[in-house]
């Protein structure tokens, strides 16, 4: 029988604060995170809000614990902080102490630095110490830095699946616990502001000039946004062997790619349909034992839609609670699903329902509509964490109480 995985630390960095305590006061406090960019150089600087961390480089390398140095992007930098702080919730002093592995998720890479020097670059007559630069925009550049500070030597990977990226990482990590690979993993993703993304998802006419609104008739788009998140996971045995604090239990999860679209999702959300009726099964509870439902929700017109029929089609006229929370973070692209993953725990531990920001109009394709308020002191036991990305890849995760 496949090992039960349970979730031991956690850590974060968003725009709405600089780790998991700041992210609960602020979600509880019902305070957004979005605004202008400070520190990336684009013509939509005061023009498109965005979810920013609002630290400096150089402050960064000083959370981070690090000295200032050449090839430590803004992408790394976030990465280890979140790293940090899963790592002392879990009481892990020396990573080396038992087997564990690394899945990271990212889309951007070291781009935060390299699209600095694009041009340099690329013109041929020029040579200079910005060539450096080239090493770090792989993806997998921020995961190998995180893994030799930390001190990973086991399994170490990276994820790009777009938006579902950090829920995949999730996955896989769970997987391999489950397959008795390895008896702990600490997976999630981190992701850094970019002119590339900005202007990438600016293109294709979905980003808002003003602040998201999720599943509103007068949403014209999403926000973007930065961050990182770690989940320790550990194998039943391994958590009781080592006495783990244990937070939660990832119970179910499953990923489809219905491959509908490059960019766009099923108009009848058939992939996300699947994505939450298999993890649901996977995690032996019933429809009626999910309490909350943390959304994709990004407010673009096709994505809200198609999740919204998902929901209809699978709960019928009895939808949880639902919300996004991207309103607070901005859409933090590789990093969402485990930023989402952290607020789903920090509901079942605190018995709340966080509030879908810049609600006001019901939509017309829809019977359902968010939860708008903070609900308080609500039983939450089951939750339901979406995160759909591009070209049909959705991951759903159900994380659950803990239950000896």
């Known amino acids: ?202 293109s294709l006419k979905n980003v808002d000039k003003q602040f998201c609104r999720p599943f509103d008739q007068q949403r014209t788009g999403l926000n973007l946004g930065e961050g990182a998140a770690y989940l320790v996971l550990e194998s039943e045995s391994f958590a009781r062997a080592n006495n783990s604090c244990i937070l939660a239990e990832l119970s179910g999860y499953c990923n489809t790619n219905e491959a509908f679209h490059p960019t766009s999702p099923s108009p009848d959300g058939d992939g996300a349909y699947e994505a939450m009726r298999t993890a649901l099964a996977m995690s032996g509870r019933s429809l009626e034992e999910v309490d909350y439902i943390n959304v994709h929700g990004t407010a673009t017109l096709n994505n809200d839609v198609s999740e919204g029929k998902a929901l209809e089609r699978m709960f019928g006229t009895n939808v949880p609670l639902f919300s996004s929370t991207k309103p607070f973070t901005g859409h933090t692209l590789a990093a969402a699903g485990a930023i989402e993953a952290i607020y789903a725990v920090l509901a079942i531990q605190n018995r709340l329902i966080f509030p879908n920001l810049n609600f006001s109009e019901k939509m017309e394709e829809l019977n359902i509509s968010p939860v708008t308020e903070l609900i308080e002191d609500h039983p939450v036991n089951n939750v339901i964490s979406n995160s759909f990305g591009f070209g049909g890849n959705n991951a759903s995760l159900v994380i659950s109480k803990y239950e000896g």
């Open 1 to 202: 029988m496949a090992e039960r995985v349970f979730i031991t630390g956690m850590g974060m960095i968003t725009a709405i604060g600089d780790n998991v305590a700041g992210n609960l006061e602020q979600l509880r406090a019902k305070r957004s995170g979005l605004g202008f960019t400070d520190y990336i150089d684009t013509i939509y600087k005061n023009i498109l809000p965005v979810g920013e961390v609002k630290h400096p480089n150089e402050a960064l390398f000083a959370k981070a614990g690090v000295s200032v140095r050449e090839g430590y992007t803004r992408t790394t930098l976030l990465g280890l902080i979140a790293m940090q702080e899963a790592f002392r919730q879990a009481g892990i002093s020396d990573v080396q102490q038992a087997p564990t592995g690394f899945i990271n998720a990212s889309t951007v890479g070291g781009m935060c630095d390299t699209e600095k020097v694009y041009f340099d670059i690329i013109n041929p007559d020029k040579t200079g110490s910005f060539l450096r630069y080239i090493d770090t925009l792989d993806c997998a550049d921020c995961t190998q830095r995180i893994a030799d500070i930390v001190g990973f030597t086991e399994h170490i990977a990276t994820i790009s699946t777009a938006c579902s990226s950090s829920a995949n990482a999730l996955m896989f990590g769970a997987r391999m616990i489950r397959q008795g690979m390895l008896p702990r993993m600490v997976c999630g993703g981190t992701e850094a502001l970019t002119r590339f993304t900005l202007n990438g998802f600016n």
